[in-house]
Nanobody, 121 residues
């Protein structure tokens, strides 16, 4: 059984930075695709970024140039560095583990519990 634990969320001001972390346990981490999604109140969960085992990355247009996803296979951890945060980035952020590069929640098999990111204006 896979467990994903996120950390690093918080309350920041617009323009600030945060780094989210997600550590996986229970499965071989290296061969999976790791993704970050977010869900704002009243909205559907949306794709933010993903990284493959070969470090190929993809981002939602809304975060390109501001967010960076990376992974440390030795630590079974994926990171999301978020810079130049905006109030519209406010959401619960979830990490997920899957086997497809499709930027959809349906492509991911395992999910963390989420971490709140709040950006004030």
């Amino acid at each position: 059984q896979v467990q994903l634990v996120e950390s690093g969320g918080g309350l920041v001001q617009a323009g600030d930075s945060l780094r989210l972390s997600c550590t996986a346990s229970g499965r071989t981490f290296s061969w999976w695709i790791m993704g970050w999604f977010r869900q704002a109140p009243g909205k559907e969960r949306e794709f933010v970024a993903r990284i493959t085992w070969t470090d190929n990355t993809d981002y939602a247009d809304s975060v390109k140039g501001r967010f960076t996803i990376s992974r440390d296979n030795a630590k079974s951890t994926v990171y999301l560095q978020m810079n130049s945060l905006k109030p519209e980035d406010t959401a619960v952020y979830y990490c997920a583990l899957g086997s497809s590069t499709v930027p959809s929640t349906n492509a991911y098999n395992y999910w963390g519990q989420g971490t709140q990111v709040t950006v004030s204006s």
